[in-house]
């Protein structure tokens, strides 16, 4: 249970197009003690991606080895292509007291809080369709009949938002960054976040 922990950690998921990459992204660069979580991936690099970065990319029979010895505390198939998350990874970084931001799938989000009950679970919407396609068109880099199966794929992703402790919608860039950094500040200033971060001055007061 993550209670044990002195770190957060923070899943974030959201359709293409909707911006998540960017929020986090931006997120980590104004907040040193946001880490990123590394998962691993059978999909092949993109544009300046590097191996042990924004990703690992293995190949299938790597990945299989890896589900058959467990290593995954959640992996998922997403657009033809799977992507995992080492449990162990996880542990050591939120046991060192670091707040780990982790971006996945709706799936991979659900199996995480079922491991960890205090995982933060973060949503990230578009404000509309018709932005969220052009988002998509603009990134420029899949092709159309690509597009439509990830819009498609999108009403399905979207439809579990419910499901998650926060939802954000990204129609100001900056807003949307305003609030994201709001949730993960506002974490941090729970009582049991803060007793153990503080743990000097709870004692001083006499808090236990």
Known sequence: MMNT????????????????????????ELDARVQPSVSHTTRAPRGQEKHGREYFFVSEQEFDSMVSHGAFLEWANV??????????????????????VLEIDYQGALQIKKIFENAVLIFILPPSWDELRSRLERRGEDAPDVIEVRLKNAAEEMAQAKEFDYVIINELFERALFDLKAVVHAQRLKYAAQSRARADIFQALNIT
């Open 5 to 28: 922990y002195p770190g957060n950690l923070f899943v974030v998921a959201a359709p293409s197009g909707a911006g998540k990459s960017s929020l986090v992204k931006a997120l980590m």
């Open 79 to 100: 657009h033809g292509r799977r992507y995992g998350t080492s449990r162990k990874a996880i542990e050591d970084r939120i046991n060192q007291g670091a707040d780990v």
